[in-house]
């Protein structure tokens, strides 16, 4: 089993910052890729930035230079980045693991969320 742990939202102005953080622990081979989503009221969940396991990163163009994600310093953790945040980045964030089991399997994972709300 593994667990997710996200923190780092909460309230910001327009024009603001967050660095959103997410911490994997349990068993865990290793990490296949990382991403977050995320879940405005009344629309589908969506994917914001995933981190593959050849390093490359990939956003959505909806955060597309205004969203940095990465390894974060402590393993099997990622931070995302949030810059210029506007009215419609607010929606419930969610960290995505997808965790190397064995050398064959590999198993997702979801954090419980966090919410990011951004309103003057």
């Known amino acids: 089993q593994v667990q997710l742990v996200e923190s780092g939202g909460g309230l910001v102005q327009p024009g603001g910052s967050l660095r959103l953080s997410c911490a994997a622990s349990?068993?865990?081979?290793?990490?296949?890729?990382m991403a977050w989503f995320r879940q405005a009221p009344g629309s589908q969940r969506e994917l914001v930035a995933v981190?593959?396991?050849?390093?490359?990163?990939n956003y959505a163009d909806s955060v597309k230079g205004r969203f940095t994600i990465s390894r974060g310093n402590v393993k099997n953790s990622v931070y995302l980045q949030m810059n210029s945040l506007a009215p419609e980045d607010t929606a419930v964030y969610y960290c995505?693991?997808?965790?190397?089991?064995?050398?064959?399997?590999?198993?997702?994972?979801w954090g419980l969320g966090t919410q990011v709300t951004v309103s003057s």
């Open positions: 981190l593959t396991s050849d390093g490359s990163a």
């Open positions: 349990g068993s865990i081979f290793s990490i296949y890729s």
């Open positions: 995505y693991v997808a965790v190397k089991v064995t050398t064959l399997r590999v198993d997702d994972y």
